[in-house]
């Protein structure tokens, strides 16, 4: 690789430059991707809440899925890893708790409850099983189950809100574009979107890996960090939104989604692609695991009971994330 014939400090300043290109290529990408996928399910007739319960939710963890992959098929398991874990501690612990601190909104406790109860079963499931220091098949398929169930559960849900809003939506309901110059618009979107989030996720493993090295942090450092926040932009941007507006409830609903995809998704794939014998490394056993499981309990039992995200769960919500960092920093950082 060219970088390599670069001085020191010049190779290190140009690697964090196509990182954070990487960055922002992924995220330009899932917005085509998503908004061309959405185009296409309604050309084709697709109910409203089956693309909003199933294209869109899935997409908007393509980021995270495809840096992942990349990672694993390289034998980096600890960007790997530590991505599909580090990003939805990032989105609990950080996004999250923005918007409970600045948006205290209400949640339905039916609908609720049933993604609180999957994202901590799936937390319990990869810290007892990942002990041994490695995600084999049993757990992937226990983690693929609860994935099949969260999706009855999102499209049967989305498919009651939808009658119970049938007239509202039938009135506002346009037509969609179908002529030549926005085929061809969309299918470049789609294109584009796809190889965008291929490549830069290429780019952001492959320069993650350079920054850690010249600057002597562990990858899973790097993996939790910048790897993990990055690819979760497209959630807070969602809950900045949601700020904004005053309407809560719908950056919790996103990230709680997300976190479950995540959770269930992301490390079954990249297990079956490393032979069903994923390593996990020292710091994700013992430290990414546990915190992600104590900030999730954090986040979703007080809620379930109360039926509201309080102030006080986002600014503690906030202490855990950065403890949890500086653990990481301190006790793991054992780069050269």
């Known amino acids: 690789m060219f970088l390599s014939i670069l001085p020191a400090p010049n190779a290190l300043w140009l690697a964090i430059i196509l990182l954070i290109v990487g960055l ?34 899935l997409a908007t963890t393509l980021p995270e899925m495809i840096v992942s992959i990349i990672a694993v098929v390289g034998g980096d398991y600890s960007i790997s890893v530590g991505n599909a874990v580090g990003s939805v501690t990032a989105n609990t612990g950080l996004i999250l708790a923005l918007s409970a601190i600045f948006v205290s909104g209400a949640v339905n406790r039916k609908d609720f409850g049933v993604k609180a109860f999957l994202i901590i079963l799936a937390g319990v499931i990869l810290l007892a099983f990942s002990l041994d220091g490695s995600f084999g098949w049993i757990e992937s398929i226990l983690l693929f189950l609860i994935l099949i169930y969260y999706m009855y559960e999102t499209i049967k849900s989305a498919r009651r809100n939808a009658l119970e809003n049938k007239e509202q939506e039938s009135s506002e309901e346009e037509a ?19 190889a965008g989030i291929v490549l830069g996720a290429d780019l952001l493993v492959t320069n993650s890996q350079i920054v850690a090295l010249a600057a002597g942090i562990d990858e899973g450092i790097i993996a939790i960090t910048i790897v993990a926040i990055g690819t979760s932009l497209p959630e807070l941007v ?31 794939i990249c297990s079956i692609i490393s032979g069903f014998n994923l390593e996990v490394v020292n710091q994700s056993r013992y430290l990414d695991m546990p915190a992600l499981l104590v900030i999730s309990l954090v986040a979703v039992v007080p809620t379930f009971i109360t039926k509201k995200f309080r102030k006080w769960q986002g600014f503690l919500l906030l202490a855990l994330y950065i403890t949890y960092l500086v653990l990481a920093v301190t006790l793991f950082n054992v780069g050269k």
């Open 24 to 57: 922002a290529v992924i995220i330009k990408g899932g917005d085509f991707f998503v908004d061309a996928s959405v185009w296409m399910a309604e050309v084709f007739h697709m109910p409203k809440f089956l693309i909003g319960a199933t294209i869109v939710s």
């Open 176 to 194: 969609v574009k179908k002529d030549g110059k926005t085929v061809a618009w969309n299918i470049c979107k789609f294109i584009l979107g796809t």
């Open 238 to 268: 969602t809950t900045i939104t949601s700020i904004v507006k005053k309407q809560g409830e719908l950056g919790v609903g996103n990230i709680i989604g997300a976190n479950i995809i995540d959770l269930v998704l992301i490390l079954p």
